[in-house]
Nanobody, 125 residues
Framework: VQVVESGGGLVETGGSLRLSCVISGLRFDDYVLTWFHQAPGKEREASSCISWSGSVAEYIESVEGRFIISRDNAKKTAYLQMNSLKPEDTGMYYC???????????????????WGQGTRVTVSS
């Protein structure tokens, strides 16, 4: 299984970025996908989660209304559209997968099976 994130970069405060996560080697639509964020010097935390079909998405409060998670099962790709970016959004972004249909109530704490190497986002103030 290979998980590859892309789309990170340097952006000014208030700007936007779209991250992509391509997963190969598994049946993509059998998996819930979650984006994680790790700010410099801090622990990695779950940010956004999407169900197998893309019909249900979950967000943590700090990104609700600014980030949009989506997926294209035909392309085996998940996306994270990040708008109104803030300096505190700076860090590494990781895509993770776990076999399930929906993001459970513990989606921010559960174990994920597959992880990518991450893509770096820097938001300048």
């Amino acid at each position: 299984v290979q998980v590859v994130e892309s789309g990170g970069g340097l952006v000014e405060t208030g700007g936007s970025l779209r991250l992509s996560c391509v997963i190969s080697g598994l049946r993509f639509d059998d998996y819930v996908l979650t984006w994680f964020h790790q700010a410099p010097g801090k622990e990695r935390e779950a940010s956004s989660c999407i169900s197998w079909s893309g019909s249900v998405a979950e967000y943590i409060e700090s990104v609700e209304g600014r980030f949009i998670i989506s997926r294209d099962n035909a392309k085996k790709t998940a996306y994270l559209q990040m708008n109104s970016l803030k300096p505190e959004d700076t860090g590494m972004y990781y895509c993770a997968a776990v076999r399930d249909d929906y993001c459970t109530t513990s989606w921010t704490k559960r174990e994920y099976t597959y992880w990518g190497q991450g893509t770096r986002v820097t938001v300048s103030s």
